[in-house]
């Protein structure tokens, strides 16, 4: 399974962006898919995760209520989008994605096998 992020850029605080995430090489509507951020000098984090057929999303704690996250397994897309932006929201977000039977949702990227390289997006205030 190949994973590829696009959408990034700069924005300003209170802006908004969408990124895109688009899967191939394997059964995407079997893909529990994720995304993750990576600030300079901090650790990996989880943002928020859509369940395979997309009826069941799980946020982590910062988001509140400011993100979005939806899929569309009939074109293998995973798509974020993030309104009211923060400087702190700067990071490089990953796509993430594995192969899962459950109906619980994974939020440790130890637990996903498939990454994409990355995009930055960025907040000026």
């Known amino acids: 399974v190949q994973v590829v992020e696009s959408g990034g850029g700069l924005v300003q605080a209170g802006g908004s962006l969408r990124l895109s995430c688009a899967a191939s090489?394997?059964?995407?509507?079997?893909?529990?898919m994720a995304w993750f951020r990576q600030a300079p000098g901090k650790e990996r984090e989880f943002v928020a995760s859509i369940s395979r057929p997309g009826l069941s999303q799980y946020f982590g704690n910062f988001v509140k209520g400011r993100f979005t996250i939806s899929r569309d397994n009939a074109n293998n897309m995973m798509y974020l989008q993030m309104n009211s932006l923060k400087p702190e929201d700067t990071a490089v977000y990953f796509c993430a994605a594995r192969y899962y039977a459950g109906n619980s949702h994974v939020k440790h990227s130890e637990e996903y096998d498939f990454w994409g390289q990355g995009t930055q997006v960025t907040v000026s205030s």
């Open positions: 090489g394997g059964t995407f509507s079997a893909l529990l």
